[in-house]
């Protein structure tokens, strides 16, 4: 390794050399950088995953444009959107389609675990709306109080999912009624719900009488090929000219949900500060640790000084310092974190991993704010007089 | 003297410690002038000013009141880089060692080659192993610091200072913790370097066996220069 580096500085690597000359220390300062970067990763993870689950029901269907209620922040929330407005909708020469969306959710009791799975009433005949690879199996809701249930629902068993099939059913109890799941999907639970169901909206009505069939909580629309969803949205806006509805493109729904959620909601708040305070936490400790070193070293530094080394090279070894803390930090920092999440993701059901942009990011975050700390470190070199050897 | 014989000249040399009441003077006009090759011991009692005026010749300490000029540069207002530069042209030994703890012998030394700009890793490798040789130190090349004995970590810190071949070596008590015999081969080095490469030695010492050996006695008091022994006639 000194080697190595003395090639790469062009110079004796101090840095290194005064690194592994206190292994205690060094070891210290390794754990609490990889502490850090446990705690940037378990909250990134988190909040991609937020991220993955917000965006995860978007994915199964398929439209252009969706009309909502105004106050509708996220697919499962707002009021409702009167049906008439698709009508209207289906006016513009580019809109081709439309389906009502109805979202709300519904408990299972699964005995020992309560459930709450987030239920979409979908037009059954109207497979062009839906993910091809839900699509397929489609017909099956067209049967009153059919279901396709999610596979990767929290509280179902794996063993259990697997067995659903149009031959050998799974019957349940919801609102009242007894559903029957035909088939399966991959949904995953999220933050907002233990997983989805996937019903016609004629089924959903049964199971929410009070709701009409004249307002659904989303319209879904799909454009002729060529049209620019922006465009036609906006001329939509000025069609209809109802101030209680929001007419998105349905890539700016999905983006506008996503930031809602990770800026509006508490649960996006905390873990952007999770990230900030684990930043923060490995910034403090690299800082103390070459603080103490740069303290511990202060006479030999005042004999580079007098010597003729300047403040370049000082600033150079401190910095040399953070990178090595910040690289080799990170090695157990992501095998800890990719653990943690991992055990994590197998007791939650949430997408929970370590992207490999999560990775670099974190990675070249880590390299960076350590050689931050080296450089403020650095001020206590001011103190290392070298008249004072004498 | 020519210009050029002179490495080190003060004219005038004031120097305080200290602000307001506390301001107290510690050198007196001090007029020297210094050859260059020349091997030169300071004596003078404890608190007389030796040390004081070894860190404003090696551009240690700002200069207050008067002139030094150092290889031909003028210390007065210098900047920091003019200071860091001439510096390097210089050899300090301290009366402690300050050897860096995580480096070993061999990487110490090589610390004083490397400030020059010493990139060549296996030259430098073999004049950092000449000089500590020459100290007799070959069986402690890669020894740190904490596994060498007193004498031989001053040794080591005094290759340091000889390693890069320096045009002025100042040295403050650098034989205390040596032997006599190995003192009188450091002072006999030091001496070489000055007939061979003019290099110039200003020595802080209490030694009077390296008094016999010095071109020049300087006997300062009271931080004033009261005696200039010239020894070579």
Not at chain 1, 355 to 364: E, P, Q
Not at chain 2, 87 to 97: D, M, N, V
Not at chain 2, 115 to 126: E, M, N, R, Y
Request: charged share 20%; with cysteine.
């Amino acid at each position: 390794m000194s080697r190595l580096l003395t090639r790469l500085l062009g110079r004796l690597p101090i840095g290194w050399l005064q690194l592994v000359h206190q292994r205690g220390r060094f070891a210290a300062a390794l754990s609490g950088v990889a502490f850090a970067n446990v705690l940037v990763f378990v909250q990134l993870g988190l909040m991609s995953s937020m991220g993955v689950s917000t965006l995860r029901p978007y994915e199964f269907f398929q439209g252009d444009i969706l009309i909502s209620a105004a106050d509708a922040n996220t697919l499962v929330d707002g009021g409702n959107v009167a049906r008439q407005w698709m009508l209207q909708a289906l006016a513009d020469p580019d809109v081709l389609d439309g389906m009502g969306l109805f979202v709300a959710m519904v408990p299972w009791d699964r005995g020992e675990t309560d459930i709450s799975l987030t239920t979409f009433g979908i037009d059954p005949f109207r497979a062009d709306f839906i993910a091809p690879e839900i699509a397929a199996n489609i017909d099956v809701l067209q049967v009153q109080d059919a279901a396709m249930l999610d596979r990767l629902a929290r509280g179902l068993t794996r063993e259990e999912a697997a067995a659903i099939r149009l031959q050998t059913p799974l019957a349940f109890e919801t609102q009242g009624r007894t559903l029957t799941a035909y088939d399966t999907f991959a949904g995953g639970g999220g933050f907002g719900g233990d997983g989805y169901l996937l019903v016609s909206d004629q089924t959903f009505l049964s199971l929410f009488p009070s709701r009409s069939s004249g307002a659904p909580d989303h319209i879904l629309l799909r454009l002729r090929a060529g049209a620019q969803p922006d465009a036609v949205a906006d001329r939509l806006k000025g069609l209809i000219a109802d101030p209680t509805l929001r007419i998105r493109s349905y890539s700016d729904a999905m983006a506008e949900e996503l930031r809602f959620q990770q800026t509006q909601r508490p649960t996006g708040v905390i873990f952007g500060f999770g990230v900030l305070i684990g930043v923060l936490v490995g910034i403090v400790i690299v800082f103390q640790v070459l603080s103490a070193d740069v303290a511990d070293h202060l006479r030999e530094y005042a004999t580079f000084k007098a010597m003729g080394y300047g403040q370049g090279f000082f600033l150079g070894v401190v910095v040399e310092e953070a990178v090595i803390l910040g690289v080799l930090g990170f090695i157990p920092g992501v095998a800890v974190g990719w653990a943690v999440l991992t055990l994590m993701a197998a007791v939650t059901t949430l997408p929970l991993f370590i992207s490999f942009g999560m990775a670099v990011t974190v990675f070249l975050g880590t390299v960076f704010f350590s050689a931050v700390s080296g450089m403020i470190a650095t001020r206590r070199l001011a103190a290392a007089d070298p008249a004072a050897l004498f | 003297m020519t210009h050029e014989d002179v490495s080190i000249q003060a004219r005038a040399l004031n120097h305080w410690f200290g602000t307001g009441e506390a301001r107290k003077q510690a050198l007196f006009d001090i007029d020297l002038r210094i050859a260059r090759g020349s091997f030169i011991v300071m004596v003078g009692p404890s608190g007389s000013g030796k040390t004081t005026l070894l860190t404003l010749l090696g551009c240690l300490r700002e200069i207050e009141d008067g002139s030094v000029t150092l290889l031909g540069q003028e210390l007065r207002h210098a900047t920091t880089t003019q200071n860091v530069r001439l510096r390097r042209r210089l050899g300090f030994i301290f009366q402690a060692h300050n050897l860096h703890e995580s480096l070993t012998a061999r990487q110490n030394v090589l610390m004083g080659l490397q400030v020059k700009g010493h990139l060549d890793q296996a030259a430098s490798d073999k004049a950092a192993i000449h000089v500590l040789t020459l100290l007799g130190l070959s069986d402690r090349l890669d020894y740190l610091p904490a596994n060498l004995s007193g004498g031989q970590k001053q040794r080591v810190a005094v290759g340091r200072a000889l390693v890069g071949n320096p045009d002025v070596v100042l040295a403050d008590e650098p034989t205390a913790a040596l032997d006599w015999e190995t003192a009188a081969k450091v002072v006999d080095l030091l001496k070489q370097l000055g007939q061979a490469r003019g290099t110039t030695t200003l020595m802080v010492t209490h030694d009077n066996r390296i008094l016999d050996r010095a071109d020049r006695i300087l006997t300062l008091e009271d931080g004033r220069l009261v005696k200039d022994e010239d020894r070579r006639a």
